[in-house]
């Protein structure tokens, strides 16, 4: 009876684990983290990244008055900034410089004064365990 009880509590517990990182998607698949007032995702790994930029809500904010960059850190304290181009009605795409990079950071600039910056760890170095 205790080895049930033990399995049903494992069960359970990973369950809520799988829950919780499932809650930290965003609407497209991204990673997703708030910064204040605002929710950033992020995603990709390729030859680009997207971003987009949500109110506390998760609704999404037009990227007309929103300009930014992304920051590539590197090893060795490198880093290389490149202009997040908007993309649709509320995303922004930037390109990746090269795909060795340990965090990214997207800088947003919100018409009125806003600023919205986060890091971001390399989903593919992640996923590869290199990082």
């Known amino acids: 009876m205790k080895t049930i009880t ?3 509590t494992l069960l359970t517990f990973c369950t809520q684990i799988a829950s919780a990182q499932q809650s930290s998607l965003g609407p497209h698949s991204g ?26 809500d998760t ?15 590197f090893n060795g304290q490198e880093t290389l900034s490149y202009p997040l181009v908007h993309y649709g009605m509320d995303g922004f795409t930037a390109k990746i410089p090269a795909n060795t990079f340990l965090y990214s950071k997207p800088i947003l600039n919100i018409t009125g004064g806003a600023i919205v910056t986060e890091k971001f760890e390399n989903e593919c170095l992640m996923s590869a365990g290199k990082n």
């Open 59 to 73: 609704n999404a904010i037009s990227n007309n008055n929103v300009t930014g960059l992304v920051e590539f850190f």
């Open 31 to 56: 990673r997703l983290k708030t910064v204040g007032n605002y929710k950033i995702e992020l995603f990709g790994c390729d030859d680009h990244i997207e971003v987009y930029l949500f109110d506390r």
């Open 6 to 8: 033990k399995i049903i």
